[in-house]
């Protein structure tokens, strides 16, 4: 069971990573055990003196009928006091903010893995895009003559 925010590698430089439990209620955990979720546009928010992970989507339980929360309703992220004041001072500096990367289960605890980003620009994307095709097309290149 992983759940893995592809779109964040693409669009930012990740800075720093962190690991922060999730707090879920019981609809949630088992939607995402079957693996329901997405956290494509999802991000971290700080409120007051907590930090908060908004617009991650977490389908319904097919079986939940109406106990299931709202599927994009906030949720509160759990982090070491040091770590996150930290954060929270770094995120008020100009062009940073906060994504999570991956959810996953860790003795039977769900934690995400949130880091630290800066977004990129067109350009890096593009360079990030041909540094991938041509590591493709080594690979490929490696195997044919690898067969031969």
């Known amino acids: 069971m992983n759940i893995e925010n592809r779109k964040a590698f693409h669009d930012f430089h990740i800075l720093e990573k962190y690991e922060a439990g999730l707090m879920l209620e019981g609809c949630e955990v088992k939607s995402m055990r079957a693996g329901k979720a997405n956290m494509r546009d999802a991000f971290a928010q700080h ?3 907590e930090l908060w992970l908004v617009n991650m989507h977490i389908d ?3 079986q939940g009928a109406h ?3 709202d ?3 906030a949720r509160k992220l759990l982090l070491n006091k040091n770590e996150l004041a930290k954060l929270i001072g770094r ?3 100009k062009g940073l903010t ?3 990367l991956r959810a996953y289960l860790k003795k ?3 934690k995400v893995e949130i880091a630290l980003v800066k977004a990129k620009k067109l350009y890096d994307k593009r360079d990030s895009i041909k540094k991938k095709e041509v590591n493709r097309e080594m690979q490929r290149a490696l195997r044919s003559r690898n067969r031969d």
């Open 91 to 93: 995120v008020r500096e």
């Open 60 to 62: 319904p339980y097919f």
């Open 47 to 49: 409120r007051g003196n």
């Open 98 to 100: 906060i994504v999570p």
């Open 71 to 73: 599927p994009t309703r």
């Open 108 to 110: 039977n605890i769900f």
């Open 67 to 69: 106990n299931n929360p």
